[in-house]
């Protein structure tokens, strides 16, 4: 599609070299960034210079996830509008975290910075790792930040691009370590490995040796095939230097500055920082080693206020990791409920037999519930533990979240043990991923309030179908509270046709005797009081309209 005048979901809205900011569907956008790098970089173009910076600019300041995921919206699978990064709605596709290292890559060999190498090595380990299983063969196509359980990686899908691209490009990292320009190498990624590189002044074989992400020492060893002048030039990320992401969206909660060390043979060697490279410039031998040494606290990072959804959070970040909050190492299987003071000190364990081998943290933080009967919350000390964001769902479905909230506004409190919140949900759809969704009391803003979970039927329409509530108990009920899901006029849900209340008893559903009338609205609960009964069961039946299907909210039963 080739503009101007076309479409911004396909980036023919104006000419490339008019564009400056990034619209539209994420993937193709950065496929054609990244061919527009390559451009600019063949042919010295000023304008695709200029467009190109400038789409980098307005990405990574506005709409760059800290996992170095883009594309907010699944509407379109799209950009959204600046500083709209919804957490648990993110879409940040797999093939839009691949096509983000694509495009830095090249923005890298087109200015030689390592500000680009940052945000690739950002995507690569975080963004980009978290779409696939930890087993190899399940895949994420959207990476949310935050879950209540409902996203779950498939083996394949209707649609699998993310899948083989995830295939190809694994196979083309080594390619990513080091670049050379004449008689410059680049160090760019830090990962164990031996190569080999023909500068103009002769071959050099290079050997890393490195734990890296897990410490941050790095030895490499320098061999040329005879002494030989050349510029090694070695990435100090910056991350290292206090700076989570360029263009100030992310920022280190403590920016003191780490101690750096880069030593030569053994020795602590003086070095210029060029574009963000350590730059060592001398006459090389075999046997050389170069050392580096990069700090690896636990740092907190907070987002820029504009971030709605990260507002009285934080994020922790150890090295390139960025790390998650996930239901099996936490209190009661929940994390959305979880507060953790700012200055809470962190302990980094090794742990050998947990996914793999992985760095967790721990500090001490405090779980907030709802209770009954009252509308003052509950707030309990708890362990919390973090894992490396790229590791999370490989345990079946759990609560997840990236933003570790600091105030307690901020947080999702737990469900109050409510007759509803208690039961098993059921319902006559055949996955049982948004059931949670129905007793989890998060009021929505509105009916078409897409942030959190909501059960729909889409895309069926004019069938009759039902939500079921089993109690854990008997109890005694005479009032159901319901809160449709309505997407419209875009989307396919809309409030039902008509709905009604059973109950059980002796094996039989019977209507329940209403005492006020049924009502069906947008953008508030549904109250329906009735004659009380006493039983172990409630169902919902709700008739879907002709032309749609429906979704529920909330159900809350009194
Ligand atoms: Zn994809």
Known sequence: MRGPKGDAYNQAHKRVVDQDEAVGHAVRATYMYSAMADVAALTGDKRYLAAIDALWNDVVSKKLYITGGIGATGNGEAFGQPFELPNMSAYAETCAAIANVYWNQRMFLLHGDAKYVDVLERTLYNGLLAGVSLSGDHFFYPNPLASMGQHQRGAWFACACCISNMTRFMASVPGYVYAQNANDLYVNLFMTSTSAVQLPTGKVSLAQQTNYPWDGQLDLAVNPAKRQDF????????????????????????????????????????????????????????????????????????????????????????????????????????????????????????????????????????????????????????????????????????????????????????????????????????????????????????????????????????????????????????????????????????????????????????????????????????????????????????????????????????
């Open 231 to 558: 510029t090694l030039r070695v990435r100090i990320p910056g991350w290292a230097q206090q700076q989570p992401t360029p263009g100030g969206l992310y920022r280190f909660v403590d920016d003191t500055p780490q101690p750096i060390a880069l030593r030569l043979n053994g020795q602590p060697v003086a070095y210029t920082l060029d574009h963000g490279y350590a730059v060592l410039n001398r006459r090389w031998q075999k046997g050389d080693h170069v050392t580096l040494t990069l700090p690896m606290a636990a740092e907190q990072v907070v987002a820029r206020a504009e971030v709605r959804d990260d507002r009285g959070k934080f994020a922790w970040q150890r090295g390139p990791l960025v790390y998650c909050l996930e239901g099996p190492d936490n209190a009661n299987g929940l994390v959305q409920n979880i507060t953790v003071d700012q200055k809470a000190p962190v302990e980094i364990v090794y742990q050998d037999g947990l996914l793999n081998g992985l760095d967790v943290l721990k500090a001490s933080g405090a779980g907030t519930h709802r209770q009954l009967g009252s509308i003052q919350l509950l707030t309990t000390p708890q362990a919390v533990q973090a894992i490396p964001y790229y590791a999370w769902a490989n345990r079946g479905p759990s609560d997840m979240t990236v933003w570790v909230p600091y105030e307690m506004a901020a947080a999702r409190p737990q469900p109050a043990p409510t007759v509803a919140s208690r039961s098993t949900a059921s319902s006559s759809l055949k996955s049982t991923r948004t059931l949670k969704a129905l007793a989890d009391q998060y009021d929505p803003a509105n009916s078409q309030d897409a942030s959190y979970p909501y059960l729909h039927w889409w895309p069926k329409k004019n069938t009759t179908e039902f939500v079921q509530y089993d109690f854990a108990e008997p109890a005694t009920v005479s009032e159901s509270r319901v809160y449709w899901f309505d997407d419209g006029p875009w989307g396919g849900c809309r409030i039902p046709a008509s709905y009604k209340v059973y109950y059980q008893q002796d094996g039989q559903w019977l209507p329940v005797k209403n005492t006020t009338p049924y009502t069906i609205t947008k953008d508030a609960y549904n109250t329906v009081t009735f004659e009380p009964v006493r039983t172990t069961a409630l169902k919902l039946e709700v008739q879907l309209p002709v032309d749609n299907a429906a979704g529920i909210h909330e159900w809350a039963v009194q």
